[in-house]
């Protein structure tokens, strides 16, 4: 069946060091792609999305891009701020539409 | 606008009590789910609804109650509670299934004891 594994948690890094938080999937046909991001108590919120193979998502300095040979979908960042603190998930969109979600991970940035 | 609303924040129940989570939508969204969090887990779908009148079970279905009687509102009940259902709650609501941003309320922290 369909599925999502992220790197296990937590990331702990300094500020203004490159992130890359792993994400793999295992899926039938070409589904899209997501991370969300959880702030301390909050809701998730989408962060990026790609929806096709060779597609890189962007936003607020996060980038993934869509990698079909390798199935994967991981996350980067050039400089993490300690506003990136957060729990990161990945997920999938499987043939019914319905989201398939990654463990988390949670990262934690020190200044 | 206010977004997805739940209610309450927190709750503790005795197993065995019954109760019902609170979700509101005003963005006039079609599809509305319901995801609990446990830790190492991720989110799992408990029911979705993917318009008024619509509902239907997810992965973790056993336990709860959802109805759509409006597109607003998707209260989730739980019929007689154990403590197998401690967990975050989240409700979510998108435009349509499928590749739409899903947008999350701030969740309900459900201990049973």
């Known amino acids: 069946g369909n599925s999502v594994t992220q790197m296990e948690g937590p990331v702990t890094l300094s500020e203004e060091a490159f992130l890359t938080i792993n994400c793999t999937y295992t899926a039938t046909g070409y589904p899209s792609l997501f991370w969300y991001v959880q702030y301390p108590g909050e809701g998730l919120q989408l962060l990026l999305k790609?929806?096709?193979a060779d597609d890189k998502g962007s936003n607020k300095g996060f980038e993934a891009t869509y990698r079909k040979e390798t199935t994967s979908f991981h996350l980067e960042k050039g400089s993490v701020q300690v506003s990136d603190s957060a729990v990161y998930f990945c997920?999938?969109?499987?043939?019914?539409?319905?989201?398939?979600w990654g463990a988390g991970t949670k990262l934690i940035i020190k200044p | 606008n206010a977004g997805v609303t739940q209610t309450p924040k927190f709750q503790v129940l005795k197993t065995g009590q019954s109760m019902t989570l609170q979700c509101a939508q005003d963005?006039?969204?079609?599809?509305m789910s319901w995801y609990r969090q446990d830790p190492g887990m991720g989110l799992r779908l408990i029911h979705y609804s993917v318009g008024a009148g619509i509902t239907d079970q997810g992965e973790v279905p056993n336990g709860y109650n959802v109805s759509r009687s409006t597109t607003e509102d998707f209260p989730l009940r739980l019929l007689s509670a154990a403590p197998s259902q401690t967990s975050v709650y989240f409700c979510?609501?998108?435009?349509?299934?499928?590749?739409?941003?899903?947008?999350f309320g701030p969740g309900t922290r459900l201990t049973v004891t």
């Open positions: 979510a609501s998108s435009r349509n299934v499928g590749q739409d941003e899903q947008y």
């Open positions: 963005m006039n969204h079609e599809y």
């Open positions: 790609a929806t096709k």
């Open positions: 997920a999938l969109a499987d043939s019914n539409y319905q989201l398939i």
